[in-house]
């Protein structure tokens, strides 16, 4: 069938999973039309090992889901930014957080352009002690319509093979506990 379809002018890139003496691998394959003119003479077949940039993606998914689902089945709040404070991850609690002031939160957004002018230096000043290298905790006391919501906030760098990439927010909400 796929030949078939080639010879007929269509060019065709898949994957296709195997079992070869009971070892699961992934081939990808290309295939071209050869022409000669208008003519179609014949056609290329060429096909390569995928298994491990395969794998190595669905490993990836696999993790994400499990970091998407750990971070927005909490009432914490969770923002990742990279150095130039452009939002990487951000859960659902900080999203609905933010929408309550008609602000939408989503990745690849600059925070410090969306964050009210009153909060911005603070968190600047925040975001660039952890993109110093600083671990820290802030406890803080913010004042809602009805209530005193009570918070610890965790700032932390993100490194990859010791260097910064990025900070990490997450802001716990210890009201109970208080």
């Known amino acids: 069938g796929y030949y078939d379809r080639v010879l007929q002018g269509e060019s065709l890139n898949f994957t296709i999973e195997s079992s070869v003496k009971g070892e699961f691998q992934f081939r990808e394959y290309f295939l071209n039309p050869i022409k000669n003119g208008d003519e179609i003479d014949g056609l ?32 914490d709040t969770y923002v990742a930014m990279d150095k130039e404070y452009k939002i990487l991850v951000v859960n659902d609690v900080l999203k609905d957080r933010f929408k309550e002031t008609n602000v939408v939160l989503e990745e690849g957004i600059n925070i410090l352009d969306v964050l009210p002018k009153a909060a911005k230096e603070t968190w600047k000043a925040r975001y660039d002690r952890a993109l110093a290298g600083e671990n820290f905790v802030i406890k803080e006391e913010r004042k809602l319509k009805d209530k005193t919501l009570f918070t610890e906030v965790y700032c932390n760098p993100i490194k990859s093979d010791e260097e910064i990439i990025g900070v990490s927010v997450i802001s716990k909400d210890i009201t109970d506990y208080r």
Do not use: H, W
Not at 47 to 74: H, L
């Open 44 to 75: 290329s077949v060429i096909s390569r090992d995928v298994t491990e940039k395969t794998s190595a993606q669905r490993e990836m998914a696999k993790k994400s889901t499990i970091i998407d689902t750990m971070i927005n089945s909490t009432g």
